[in-house]
């Protein structure tokens, strides 16, 4: 779709307005609008965040709120309260009290002279969480929602738990989310009190995995915030986007099948807007988004809802790579109508017919090393590489030579019959490409805790010896394989360190199975626009950031270690010249035979610098366990010019169950 020229307006920035909860918290936010809006009020678009608009979202800020401010509209980025600028206290992601003061900002925004009364609501990953969560308690004045990288349900796609599994990522995140919160606000913009809120925030603030890991089915905690249990709350209208390199990438398929007039869209990217994303192509996000905004908030009849409900980028072949730059392939519109179905069924070591066979899975626990990150964010070497290594400690079947190019759109399933020789155990499945040359990509995996194979609300032990049908679904994806290459179904009993093992080795007997591949047989190929972004920040660079991702092993007791660097770089803003830097060290370690062996250790420095002011965090955290519990220890050092104002441990032991 073109963009229709149209006459810009001048705008102004403000760093720092303050909204008063009725409570007295002063929440900070920043705003680009239009200056002329006393006399022409405009809508307002809320971004609400705990990244920090300051020093944490503010590049990717200035890339994209001046777009629509210039063409009709107030930008509004919230601190959440108790993160960068705001006051009060965070006790959790997604607290009802998170929401509350959504609900109460977008009424506050409604009733300014300078705003029309209409609302839309816009965030990637926690700010598309809570725009979906927001809109599900239908404020009236919130019109529209874009919401990008998020999920439907918290329990079973968020960085917590997958298919019951533990994800890893529920350390590392919480660790982050400690390093983040634990910021002093910007003493430029709370010259007289933020050295109070610093303190204050510092003393009372939680150590989150503690409370995600007391939470191990689920329970209304989980439920909480998850939209899948009531779609129909929801009449805001909603645009929802992500990407093949994202975690997320379930939820945009579940909104648009259960919310009417909900369209979707989803690129090569990983955890990054579209418009500046990698892997390309990019698109033009701005002008999709500023159409949506237009209907909706503006009520222009732009043909919005003609527009093709759902837009998928169909990868293209590729070789396993930690990185990429480009990932070539086609943009198409479909639906689920234009599927078909090919069911392949597992035999001795074969995809294929069925035929009876027996094989016996215990992996080392050290499978898995390949597997990337969770959810590819911070732009490293992150994504999955050669599973050659992991399919040779799995249980691999392998199907002939596809005698077409075959392109699989949607969530494949994976049927399997099996009995375990333990109550506890896990499973992990991967479909992978296999090149003519035996390079092995991963198109798409699953995970499950075989307590749960029934039920995550009520998980039961595996009846030992007992014969079980197990249903796995494998994330959402868009992917063709060439004519004359192979498919593999990749299947272990552990998956390190993308999730935490069970507490017992397990064996598992798989006796009988199918895989069943959505495919896109009619679908018309369409294009979207060229990436457009606003001018970026300005800032000087006093640190190049680096990323690094190694695995060490330990020959003499087979220990393998993950260790993860990532250091953002030290740079100043040379707008207003805050000095900020950070880094973050991981390491994840574990022995081949021996579940309790599994270490977690997540490091993280902060530091911000303001004249003569430095204020450096220090947080160390870590997370073992043992048959019946897990153990979780934390400390956090607060420095000011290298004097020490808070010196804070936590030590915590949560019982397993099922887990």
């Not at 060229?530 to 680096?546: C, H, Q």
Request: charged share 20%; net charge negative; glycine share 6%.
């Amino acid at each position: 779709m073109i963009e229709m020229t149209a006459v810009l307006k001048t705008i102004e920035e403000i760093p720092d307005m303050g909204i008063t909860l009725h409570d007295g918290v002063r929440l900070s936010a920043r705003v680009w609008r239009p200056v002329d809006t006393d006399q022409h009020p405009v809508p307002a678009i809320l971004e609400y965040l705990p990244y920090r608009k300051r020093d944490g979202t503010c590049a990717r800020d200035a890339l994209t709120h001046p777009y629509f401010a210039k063409r009709g509209y107030a930008c509004v980025r919230v601190d959440l309260r108790g993160n960068g600028d705001s006051d009060g206290l965070m006790t959790d992601e997604y607290t009802q009290q998170e929401l509350d003061d959504a609900v109460e900002v977008i009424h506050w925004l409604s009733k300014q002279p300078w705003c029309s009364g209409h609302i839309g609501m816009m965030g990637i990953s926690w700010g598309g969480f809570n725009a979906l969560q927001t809109a599900a308690l239908n404020p009236e004045p919130l019109k529209a929602i874009i919401t990008l990288c998020s999920t439907v349900d918290r329990f079973f796609d968020d960085i917590h738990y997958k298919g019951g599994c533990l994800l890893n990522e529920n350390l590392g995140w919480g660790a982050t989310m400690w390093a983040y919160s634990s910021r002093a606000p910007d003493p430029q913009l709370r010259p007289s009190d933020w050295r109070r809120i610093w303190l204050d925030r510092l003393n009372q603030l939680p150590f989150l995995p503690s409370i995600w890991l007391r939470h191990q089915t689920r329970d209304d905690y989980w439920r909480h915030g998850s939209v899948c249990e009531q779609y129909d709350a929801i009449t805001a209208k909603v645009l929802a986007i992500g990407g093949w390199g994202d975690a997320y990438r379930n939820a945009v398929p579940q909104l648009v099948q259960n919310l009417p007039d909900a369209h979707g869209v989803i690129g090569p990217w990983v955890h990054k807007y579209p418009h500046f994303a990698a892997p390309e192509p990019r698109i033009g996000f701005l002008q999709e988004a500023l159409r949506w905004w237009d209907r909706w908030l503006k009520n222009m009849d732009n043909g919005v809802e003609q527009d093709s409900k759902f837009k998928v980028y169909i990868l293209q072949s590729s070789r396993p790579s930690t990185w990429y730059t480009y990932r070539p392939g086609r943009w198409i519109t479909t639906a689920p109508e234009t599927r078909d179905f090919l069911t392949l069924h597992l035999s001795k070591h074969q995809l294929g017919d069925p035929k009876p066979f027996k094989i016996d899975v215990c992996s080392p626990l050290t499978t898995g090393t390949h597997a990337g990150e969770y959810c590819a964010l911070w732009l490293g070497p992150d994504m999955p590489g050669d599973q050659r290594t992991d399919d040779a400690l799995s249980a691999c079947f392998d199907s002939q030579a596809l005698p077409e190019d075959t392109t699989i759109v949607g969530a494949p399933k994976v049927l399997l019959r099996l009995t375990s020789d333990s109550p506890q155990g896990q499973i992990a499945v991967r479909l992978n490409h296999v090149h003519p040359d035996g390079a092995s990509y991963r198109i798409t995996y699953g995970v499950l805790n075989l307590a749960h194979r029934e039920d995550s609300e009520n998980p039961s032990p595996v009846p030992v010896g007992d014969t079980l049908e197990i249903v796995l679904q494998l994330d959402h994806i868009a992917y063709c394989i060439p004519k004359g290459h192979r498919l593999r179904l990749a299947i272990s009993t552990s998956y390190w360190p993308l999730i935490w093992p069970s507490p017992t080795v397990t064996t598992l007997t798989i006796s009988a199975g199918q895989v069943i591949l959505p495919l896109c047989l009619h679908a018309n190929e369409t294009e979207l626009p060229a990436p457009v972004t606003e001018k970026p920040m300005t800032f000087e660079e006093l640190r190049k950031p680096f990323h690094s991702r190694k695995t060490l092993v330990d020959h003499a007791t087979g220990a393998t270690t993950l260790e993860i660097v990532d250091d953002f770089g030290k740079h100043r803003d040379v707008d207003h010249g805050l000095i900020s830097r950070s880094t973050c060290h991981e390491h994840w370690t574990i022995l081949p035979d021996d579940p309790c062996s599994a270490q977690g250790v997540c490091r993280w420095t902060t530091e911000l610098e303001r004249d003569e002011t430095n204020l450096r965090v220090e947080s160390y955290c870590t997370m073992m366990c043992d048959t019946d519990a897990f153990h979780l220890s934390a400390k956090l050092d607060a420095f000011e010019n290298d004097d020490c104002l808070l010196h804070k441990i936590f030590i915590d032991s949560i019982p397993r169950s099922n887990l």
